[in-house]
């Protein structure tokens, strides 16, 4: 079983500050994805990185794919109360997409 | 372009009874993948499927379950003989070619 940790599991932090979310295993993906879930919503696809080493921007979120395609970053700047909300990582190899353990964060107005 | 479509997003069953899931694909999409998701828990495989075919049931169990994409229509998750553990909420995704998928918004289904 492909097992994705994200961490820190929950994360409470002010306006305004940076934060940096971990997705790592011991497992090669031939891609990766990040979503952002809210209570009672599906996941909400926000970028999908595939190639190693691979870096891309979604406004004031950065995410990098790890030369070896086993782990993964998402780094938030200058946060904001809207990006409040349940982060997922999801690596897909074989049939499926595996999940993360998620990041909960909070963002304090 | 609509997204992904499920109905219903709310369903409660009695114990015994069946449920059954629909999940529209985006349009274009001929790959579908259905996960669970338990109060406190992380989303987990049960199934994917092309048109009208079932590529990987891995994650779906033995007994009660069953799923299908038909050549029309939506894909189809079905659950018998419902008990007080299938209360979860139910998300479809579809996928153009595998590996970049979108979800549907969930059928969050309650046994009591």
């Known amino acids: ?109 | 372009n609509a997204g992904v479509m499920q109905n219903p997003r709310h369903l409660v069953r009695r114990r015994g009874q069946e449920a059954r899931l629909r999940c529209s694909p985006m349009k274009g999409h001929s790959h579908v993948y259905w996960y669970r998701q338990l109060p406190e828990e992380g989303l987990k495989f049960m199934v994917y499927l092309q048109k009208e075919n079932i590529i990987d049931e891995s994650g779906m169990p033995k007994e009660r379950f069953s799923a299908e994409f038909p050549k029309e229509g939506p894909s189809i998750l079905r659950i018998q003989q419902v008990v007080r553990g299938d209360s979860a909420a139910y998300f479809c995704a579809s996928s153009p070619s595998g590996g970049r998928a979108f979800f549907g918004q969930g059928t969050r289904l309650t046994v009591v």
């Not at chain 1, 691979?54 to 950065?62: F, Q």
């Open chain 1, 1 to 109: 079983t492909q097992l994705l940790e994200q961490s820190p599991q929950f994360l409470s932090i002010q306006e305004g500050e940076n934060l940096t979310v971990y997705c790592n295993s011991s497992s090669v993906f031939s891609s990766l994805q990040w979503y952002r879930q809210e209570p009672g919503e599906g996941p909400v696809l926000l970028v999908t990185v595939v190639t190693g080493g691979e870096v891309k921007k979604l406004k004031r979120l950065t995410f990098q794919f790890g030369d070896a395609r086993k782990d993964s970053s998402l780094h938030i700047t200058a946060a904001q109360p809207g990006d409040t909300g349940l982060y997922l990582c999801a690596g897909y190899t074989g049939n499926q997409f595996y999940f993360g353990t998620g990041t909960s964060l909070t963002v304090i107005p």
